[in-house]
């Protein structure tokens, strides 16, 4: 069982940087495919990004544009998110999310097994 808690969401003007940090408990959290994803009011949840066990990572290109990005640090059983250049459309709850899954990052959150409270991120423009 893991437990995950996101935390560094907050009020934003366009073009400014958050950081989102999510905590996770358990002694396996370095085996762990970590993501993060993201829904807004009515809305899908839908991936943003995501790392695996050997620090690779993957993007939603689209709406991330190079903009976000994601790492981890196993010593301390912490993901980030690290958000430049915030746009109004970023606006959204961020969850952070954990999959047991060898390697393969899923883009789809049906491919993780646990998931945090979220975070609301909220971009004024």
């Known amino acids: 069982q893991v437990q995950l808690v996101e935390s560094g969401g907050g009020l934003v003007q366009a073009g400014g940087s958050l950081r989102l940090s999510c905590a996770a408990s358990g002694r396996t959290f370095s085996t762990y495919v970590m993501g993060w994803f993201r829904q807004a009011p009515g809305k899908e949840r839908e991936f943003v990004a995501g790392?695996?066990?050997?620090?690779?990572?993957?993007y939603d290109v689209d709406s991330v544009k190079g903009r976000f990005t994601i790492s981890r640090d196993n010593a301390k059983n912490m993901v980030y998110l690290q958000m430049n250049s915030l746009e109004p459309e970023d606006t959204a709850v961020y969850y952070c999310?954990?999959?047991?899954?060898?390697?393969?990052?899923?883009?789809?959150?049906?491919?993780?097994?646990?998931w945090g409270q979220g975070t609301q991120v909220t971009v004024s423009s």
């Open positions: 999310a954990a999959s047991r899954a060898y390697s393969v990052i899923s883009r789809g959150p049906s491919g993780y097994d646990y």
């Open positions: 790392i695996n066990r050997y620090g690779g990572t993957t």
